[in-house]
């Protein structure tokens, strides 16, 4: 007898579907942003504490962006792919529910670190509750909506990213500041106010986990008219895909496939270690533990890819050898590398140099950034969706939009004088950079199978971790770290992103409609069974 809430059972008499997005397809889609708002809220609210935080435990600014981007993003990544297979094959109702409980409890957690190491080891815990999120939503998401609704969907749901954000200013620069005035000495057990807020911001993730339990979980691909049947050992092959990507388990699984495919993961792990060798002597012994985790997620990220070649080759081929997949995702990694840079250290940087209180920074930004983010990724996705039904790449150019037209409102932004020359010009940036997400989502979703659409999430937000959030947040701070924490030019200097996006996304836009026209065909060869 199947267990009630597997995979296997959840398919087992799958009801027709006509193809069209319900009310409650809206309902569900409504309490999946509020998760990703709590979500972001949790991830961004180091942005206005930033200050606080590297006056109290004595960080750099380098340190500030490896524990917003780096440490946070690696974990992140990681077990996103496990996850992400996870959210193929299981309930992934319960797999966003477990998890945001999860990411909620550890971001009240950092509100008791005391050390930057301390803050470290919550971030990564916050990471990984977080892994659980999108894969599952994107999943949801490509089962709830037909394909000519798919990109607006997600871009709603990515909209929840920018309100998140901007709420974050808005609660944190509110608490600290009204802690710090009813406690200037420090409040109970000698908590002050950036502590307080992770406390207060981590709360409420419990009470919507319950809410999101109650969602139905659909039937996999029956709005695409590809019913996909789940997996009867769902914790299986979760707990053999944790061998293939969680070091040092990686060397036993890789053990599992004989000597020649151990021979070359420890010599590729061997690299990477003199790499980072070189990185820290190159940059100074203060980068180490930056390349130390980036290290550790380049050397798991290639773990997987080759255990998921010899485990599942149609899986693989449609992902990992796929030009235009790759090319999507590390061309919106581009984008990302500049965006997340820009939007974490907005509020340090207008409160350095502009004199700005955290109360006024949350409303001043923290609500347009909101309010930019969430037009620039509705419109983009509505855009998106439209180009799309011209030709198969249209929504990528999108996201070429994203890459490109931000610069100038940028630049602008870290050159001007005044605080409302910031603030105007950052709005512009975000609107135009946020409305690349949507577009390159849904090309992502669109080059798998069903079955799949768990793990390209995952590969997807690879793109937007381990190369947008790990890299562009710590370059930021790098810069303006040894450059007297010059703030402007650290953020400035993240735009040597742009030049390899535009080479991406061109091959990514050449590409796509061959792949997306011949992702059945591919996959058969490889030996899947449509």
């Known amino acids: 007898m199947t267990e009630p809430g597997t995979a296997a059972a959840e398919n087992q008499a799958p009801e027709p579907h006509n193809g069209e997005a319900t009310a409650y397809s809206w309902y569900v889609l409504g309490i999946l942003v509020l998760v990703y708002v709590l979500n972001f809220v949790d991830r961004q609210i180091l942005s206005i504490l930033a200050n606080d935080i590297k006056r109290d435990l004595s960080l750099t600014d380098a340190d500030l962006g490896f524990l917003y981007g780096t440490a946070f993003a690696v974990f992140y990544s990681l077990f996103g792919i ?3 297979r996870l959210a193929d094959s299981w309930h992934r109702v319960r797999l966003m529910s477990i998890g945001l409980t999860l990411w909620s409890v550890m971001t009240a957690i950092s509100g008791f670190s005391r050390t930057g190491t301390q803050l470290t080891i919550a971030r990564i815990g916050v990471g990984v509750g977080e892994a659980t999120a999108s894969p599952a939503a994107y999943s949801l998401i490509s089962d709830y909506f037909p ?15 920018f309100l998140g954000g ?10 600290v500041e009204e802690w710090n005035a009813a406690y200037p000495a420090g409040g109970p057990f000698g908590l002050v106010g950036w502590q307080a807020a992770f406390m207060a911001v981590g709360a409420p993730g419990v009470l919507l986990a319950l809410w999101v339990a109650t969602i139905r979980e659909p039937v996999r691909g029956a709005i695409d008219g590809m019913v996909t049947l789940g997996s009867p050992q769902p914790f299986k092959g979760f707990a053999a895909e944790l061998l293939n990507v969680i070091p040092p388990l990686t060397l036993l699984g890789v053990a599992r496939r004989g000597a020649g495919a151990l021979v070359i993961n420890i010599a590729f792990a061997a690299l990477i270690v003199c790499v980072v060798i070189g990185l820290s002597a190159f940059l100074g012994t203060a980068t180490q533990q930056q390349w130390i985790f980036v290290g550790v997620g380049v050397y798991a990220v290639f773990s997987w890819a080759t255990a998921l070649k010899a485990h599942d080759l149609p899986t693989f081929r449609l992902i990992w050898a796929s030009p235009a997949f790759i090319c999507t995702t590390l061309g919106y990694g581009m984008v990302a590398f500049t965006s997340y840079a820009s939007s974490y250290w907005a509020a340090p940087y207008a409160e350095r ?17 909101a309010l930019a983010g969430f037009l620039g990724v509705i419109i983009g996705g509505r855009v998106a969706d439209a180009l799309h039904a011209r030709t198969a790449s249209g929504r990528l150019y999108v996201t070429l939009f994203g890459l490109i037209a931000p610069i100038i409102p940028l630049v602008a932004a870290y050159r001007a004088d005044t605080f409302t020359a910031f603030v105007i010009y950052s709005f512009f940036a975000q609107v135009m950079s946020s409305s690349a997400l949507g577009g390159a989502a849904a090309t992502s979703q669109l080059l798998v199978l069903p079955r799949m659409r768990g793990t390209a999430t995952a590969t997807f937000f690879l793109a937007t971790t ?4 790990a890299l562009g947040p710590f370059m930021a701070g790098y810069v303006s770290a040894t450059n007297n924490d010059n703030l402007s030019l650290g953020v400035l200097s993240t735009l040597v992103s742009v030049p390899i996006g535009l ?19 591919r996959a058969k060869a490889a030996g899947e069974a449509l």
């Open 166 to 175: 901007g709420l974050s200013l808005l609660v944190g620069g509110l608490i």
């Open 503 to 521: 080479l991406l996304l061109f091959v990514a836009i050449r590409t796509v409609p061959k792949a997306q026209a011949e992702r059945e065909i």
């Open 353 to 369: 140099v502009f004199g700005i209180a955290k109360g006024e920074l949350g409303w001043f930004i923290g609500a347009p950034g």
């Open 466 to 469: 381990l190369v947008g959030l």
């Open 147 to 161: 394909q000519r609704l798919r990109a607006t969907a997600l871009a709603i749901y990515s909209s929840g990213l």
């Open 82 to 84: 496990p996850l992400g």
